[in-house]
């Protein structure tokens, strides 16, 4: 298998080489700078490995969101139906949405949210896209195929930021050239805008970005899943299934069905398990898999502290559970005689599950994403204390959440008792003795999400036969039963989504999506409400569904720390960090109804200036 992750640093590509001055004598020569070598974007780009290069910085910076402690995923999950900010010990996280989410806040810390990492890294992808695309003409190739292979993989990664800024932060700035000068005279531009010019690039790019790539690349398939999420945003349903029919129906690309990889003769094992360990996603008979960020033990450009997926989304299970006799009953020793860390991992709780998400949404008992042995439950978990043997008769039973008297046995049920998906967020992890989530690759894309989006489409037409059969197929792979068509709905859907895309998925960012459709449409939810574009920051499905769902923000539910769970329906856009809205002296970037700055707004850009 041949991966291509290669850091920008071992390939000396970019950036410039700094300026030495030799002082050797009293010769005002020698005074003069004498450069050691011209890395300047002139010279670096006459090659189309120099272009290569800015396509690296895409695929690299792509990984962080999955990636490291308190990534930006959990941040897109707890603005949702299937999640909440876990961390009860302190106020600060995003808990009390109301209060801590606005412009002027802290938004880009592990200990807050990262609302502004999005924004940032949104633009650096932008920006590395956009040096490939305004200097394609400056290298000379070796065909028509190779220019045009690298200009629709930076279209791709352009359309790919665009596509999150856009359901993230509504109307933004539209960059399209590299920017070689100080500016500070941008002007938001109307999200449909930047929607249809990232639709006609992503079809040129479908046209030439290669059917099977080096893994870790943008592959036609991607192309094609992006493109039908910007159709589906656009209301172009039509175009949406045209595009996921030429990931499903026009390549390689399947569903797996089978067993396969490192643990496929492990008879207690099944599909589910094989398609998330890290050794099989990247295989080449893994067909499932559209687009990958790519991140490996000891690989030069790895990712310094690996997914930490563990750490971020299992519950604090160690700490804070006591037996029914009132001992410590769990703890996080590792290599001690029941060693629970290295088995499930050492989580602190930071990403919370909510009650749907672990329980409600789950509608098949023989659904293997929810089976034993994929799926973990607080009781499976057994008293580990080495403290108590002998002492305490429930050491090595299985954990319990009340004494027989209904007395709670931890102090914390938010932090510290929850259910999760073993198989998708166990990542072994040789380099801590505490297991965090080690080095893994991870799914950008997968044909499963295809399948509910084209099943999406089909809904939207009106054509609930076809919507069931997509539907369908990712939970037939599970072992679930099919769902009849008169059944489907977007809250089918979603359900859907939340079972098989959880930790995946920027579910925020879909949701806004969804919502904006609704209110585009017109057509009536499935709670029987219609929405507007007019008002969409007052009135819409994002709020409605979470509130629905989301049993800490509907019910009033506070951290022991004291701060409540709270959001509201402005919150499906986030602000634009003041500190951008500031600098922009020359220009005006608008602010989203509900946070401070929006009466400064003007009319966005509603055409791209030439």
């Known amino acids: 298998m041949k991966v291509t992750y290669r850091s920008i640093k071992k390939r000396g590509l970019w950036g410039f080489s700094a300026l030495f001055l030799t002082l050797l004598s009293c010769d005002k020569s020698r005074l003069e700078p004498k450069p050691l070598s011209f890395f300047a974007p002139e010279n670096t780009f006459n090659d189309p490995d120099g272009l290569r290069a800015t396509l690296i910085a895409c695929e690299r910076n792509m990984r962080y969101e999955w990636y490291g402690d308190n990534p930006p995923i959990v941040t897109e999950s707890i603005f949702s139906d299937i999640a909440v900010e876990g961390t009860t010990d302190k106020s600060g996280p995003a808990q009390n949405m109301n209060l801590q989410i606005t412009p002027d806040a802290q938004l880009n810390s592990t200990d807050y949210n990262k609302i502004g990492w999005?924004?940032?890294?949104?633009?650096?992808?932008?920006?590395?896209?956009?040096?490939?695309?305004?200097?394609?003409?400056?290298?000379?190739?070796?065909?028509?195929?190779?220019?045009?292979?690298?200009?629709?993989?930076?279209?791709?990664?352009?359309?790919f930021r665009y596509y999150r800024l856009v359901h993230q932060f509504g109307d933004v700035p539209l960059i399209l050239d590299e920017v070689v000068e100080p500016?500070?005279?941008?002007?938001?531009?109307?999200?449909?805008?930047?929607?249809?010019?990232?639709?006609?690039?992503?079809?040129?790019?479908?046209?030439?970005?290669?059917?099977?790539?080096?893994?870790?690349?943008?592959?036609?398939?991607?192309?094609?899943?992006?493109?039908?999420?910007?159709?589906?945003?656009?209301?172009?349903?039509?175009?949406?299934?045209?595009?996921?029919?030429?990931?499903?129906?026009?390549?390689?690309?399947?569903?797996?069905?089978?067993?396969f990889g490192i643990n496929q003769s492990d008879a207690t094992k099944n599909v589910i398990w094989d398609l998330h360990r890290p050794e099989n996603k990247s295989l080449a008979t893994n067909t499932e898999?559209?687009?990958?960020?790519?991140?490996?033990?000891?690989?030069?450009?790895?990712?310094?502290?690996?997914?930490?997926?563990?750490?971020?989304?299992?519950?604090?299970?160690?700490?804070?559970?006591?037996?029914?006799?009132?001992?410590?009953?769990?703890?996080?020793t590792y290599n001690i005689e029941i060693d629970q860390v290295n088995k499930y991992g050492r989580g602190i709780g930071?990403?919370?599950?909510?009650?749907?998400?672990?329980?409600?949404?789950?509608?098949?008992?023989?659904?293997?994403?929810?089976?034993p042995g994929n799926w973990m439950r607080m009781q499976d978990l057994v008293?580990?204390?080495?403290?108590?043997?002998?002492?305490?008769?429930?050491?090595?039973?299985?954990?319990?959440?009340?004494?027989?008297?209904?007395?709670l046995l931890t102090i914390d049920t938010i932090r510290c008792w929850f259910d999760w998906p073993h198989y998708k967020l166990f990542i072994p992890?040789?380099?801590?003795?505490?297991?965090?989530?080690?080095?893994?690759?991870?799914?950008?894309f997968r044909l499963a999400e295809t399948h509910?989006?084209?099943a999406e489409a089909y809904f939207w037409k009106g054509d609930l036969a076809n919507a069931a059969k997509d539907l369908n197929a990712v939970r037939e792979r599970a072992g679930a039963a099919p769902i009849a068509s008169a059944k489907i709905n977007i809250g089918t859907i979603l359900?859907?989504?939340?079972?098989?895309?959880?930790?995946?998925?920027?579910?925020?960012?879909?949701?806004?999506r969804i919502s904006y459709i609704l209110a585009m449409t017109g057509k009536p939810a499935y709670n029987g409400k219609t929405y507007t574009l007019a008002n969409f920051s007052d009135n819409n499905f994002f709020y409605d569904r979470i509130m629905e769902k989301n049993n800490f923000y509907n019910k009033g539910v506070k951290t022991r720390h004291g701060d409540e769970y709270l959001i509201s329906p402005y919150h499906v856009l986030w602000p634009i960090p003041s500190a951008t809205i500031q600098g922009n002296s020359k220009g005006i970037i608008n602010q989203n109804k509900g946070y401070s700055g929006y009466e400064k707004n003007v009319p966005p850009l509603t055409s791209i200036p030439q």
């Open 383 to 407: 008293y580990n204390n080495p403290a108590i043997k002998g002492k305490d008769t429930y050491y090595g039973q299985n954990l319990r959440l009340r004494t027989d008297a209904g007395a």
């Open 118 to 159: 999005y924004w940032l890294e949104g633009y650096k992808g932008i920006k590395y896209a956009n040096v490939a695309i305004s200097r394609i003409d400056q290298p000379t190739y070796s065909s028509e195929q190779e220019k045009n292979e690298i200009l629709g993989a930076a279209y791709f990664h352009r359309a």
């Open 452 to 454: 509910l989006l084209r």
């Open 495 to 512: 359900d859907e989504r939340a079972r098989e895309l959880y930790y995946e998925e920027p579910r925020k960012t879909e949701l806004t």
């Open 289 to 332: 898999a559209l687009f990958l960020v790519i991140d490996r033990l000891l690989i030069d450009g790895n990712f310094d502290g690996g997914i930490q997926s563990m750490r971020n989304a299992v519950p604090f299970w160690h700490n804070n559970v006591n037996t029914p006799t009132g001992n410590r009953g769990t703890i996080d």
């Open 350 to 371: 930071r990403l919370r599950p909510t009650w749907y998400s672990t329980h409600s949404v789950w509608d098949d008992k023989n659904d293997l994403r929810h089976a």
């Open 183 to 259: 500016k500070l005279d941008f002007y938001s531009t109307k999200r449909e805008v930047i929607l249809q010019k990232m639709k006609e690039d992503l079809e040129f790019a479908e046209k030439w970005v290669p059917v099977v790539t080096d893994k870790g690349t943008v592959t036609r398939g991607a192309v094609s899943h992006l493109l039908t999420k910007v159709n589906l945003a656009l209301g172009l349903f039509d175009d949406a299934i045209k595009s996921a029919n030429n990931v499903i129906d026009g390549g390689p690309h399947k569903l797996m069905t089978n067993r």
């Open 429 to 444: 992890d040789p380099e801590r003795v505490q297991a965090a989530g080690g080095h893994t690759d991870w799914y950008v």
